[in-house]
């Protein structure tokens, strides 16, 4: 049974910093890793969709990769904003179901 | 891009009455919808796979004969919480699955808070 752990849970960082955010799977048998965002009491947005067959996406400021090999997605975010305080949460996909992590939950300090 | 919505976005019910929840998608037919439950501070947690003209998937734990699913169109796909308990006060959001072209690629609603008291 497939596993995704995000750690931590949360990050407090100050404005205009780039950060990581990391996502670890157990099972490398995935058709591919999204990573979403949720803003509190709010769905999901689709941020960025990596393929298993690619090692990462770019969409702006952010820069998602896949290893899985090792079985982690890491997602890069670039001068971070206020504006990006939310939860980011990484799921795996496998025939059509989707996995998902806890979340980690950002706040980005004026 | 691709659209989906649900309706209500929040409901409270009283216990033991049933509540119904629709998600729809807007702009494109999804023959696959699926049905997450989230808990405060969880991750989602897959329910079932709802696929139309035919009987919804449910993962292992989910009471079928609690949660009735129907996907009576391409564009719709209702989740109806019976004999509704607090146990059951969460935040339930759907998903839509594209199909044609690639990649296919879950689009989701904004998701139903549901308060049982």
């Known amino acids: 049974k497939q596993e995704v752990t995000q750690i931590p849970a949360a990050l407090s960082v100050p404005e205009g910093e780039n950060l990581v955010l990391n996502c670890s799977f157990t099972?490398?048998?995935?058709?591919?890793l999204q990573w979403f965002r949720q803003d509190p009491g709010k769905g999901l947005t689709s941020l960025l969709l990596?393929?298993?067959?690619?090692r990462e996406q770019t969409s702006g400021r952010l820069n998602a990769s896949l290893d899985k090999s090792s079985g982690r997605s890491t997602l890069y975010i670039a001068a971070s904003q206020p504006g990006d305080s939310a939860t980011y949460l990484c799921?795996?996909?496998?025939?059509?179901?989707?996995?998902f992590g806890k979340g980690i939950t950002l706040s980005v300090r004026p | 891009g691709a659209v989906v919505s649900q309706h209500p976005s929040w409901v409270i019910c009283k216990s033991g009455t049933s509540v119904k929840i629709e998600c729809r998608s807007l702009?494109?037919?999804?023959?696959?919808m699926f049905w997450y439950r989230q808990f405060p501070k969880q991750s989602l947690m897959l329910m079932a796979t709802?696929?139309?003209?035919?009987?919804?998937?449910?993962e292992q734990g989910v009471e079928k004969d609690k949660f009735l699913i129907n996907h009576a169109s391409l564009t719709l796909s209702t989740l109806t919480v019976t004999s509704a308990h607090p146990e059951d006060s969460s935040f339930y959001i759907c998903?839509?699955?594209?199909?044609?072209?690639?990649?296919?690629?879950?689009?989701f609603g904004p998701g139903t808070r549901l308060t049982v008291t």
């Open positions: 702009d494109f037919q999804a023959t696959t």
């Open positions: 709802s696929n139309e003209g035919s009987k919804a998937t449910y």
């Open positions: 990596i393929q298993s067959s690619q």
């Open positions: 799921a795996t996909g496998a025939n059509s179901k989707l996995t």
């Open positions: 099972d490398s048998a995935i058709y591919n």
């Open positions: 998903s839509a699955l594209t199909s044609g072209g690639a990649p296919s690629e879950q689009y």
